[in-house]
């Protein structure tokens, strides 16, 4: 299963320039940049259309799972978490993510956080997708049939 990734962020040039040295060798961005972007893709990725687009076998299971982010992606989202500063958070939504209402990123990360309720992330997908249309190539059901390749 391929999801849709159709939206394009203003953001290359901030991102990175907010840019950090790793291990003296390679540049990364900043934690906070990173830990933005994670709750943005989180919530994307476990939305409607990428459960619409599972198995109906597996959306029982889905739904019981005590945890709907789990494995890889939410040790990244703690690691990212526990490293990031709040005031840098803040700053960089002021700044680089303008585009996203900041009560509306801490409503976002607390779905995450929480991370039990598939209408969480449902309701969290649609606000989000509202915030960023302005930056979408595509609509929920156009990224529906690319994803399902289905045209």
Known sequence: MIFDKSFNLPIV???ISSKQMYKNSI???SVESEYI???IRLIL???IIPILLQMPTSWWRLYKKEKKITGSAYKEYVDLKNRSNK???DKQLENTFSFIDKNLFYKLEEIIEKNN???SY???ELKLRKALKKYSSNTMIQSFFKSS???
Do not use: H, R
């Open 37 to 39: 972007l994670l709750i």
């Open 87 to 89: 005031e840098e958070i």
């Open 13 to 15: 040039k901030e991102y």
């Open 149 to 151: 390749d289905i045209e």
């Open 117 to 119: 309720s598939l209408n």
């Open 122 to 124: 449902f309701l969290g």
């Open 27 to 29: 540049y990364i961005p």
């Open 45 to 47: 990725k476990n939305g």
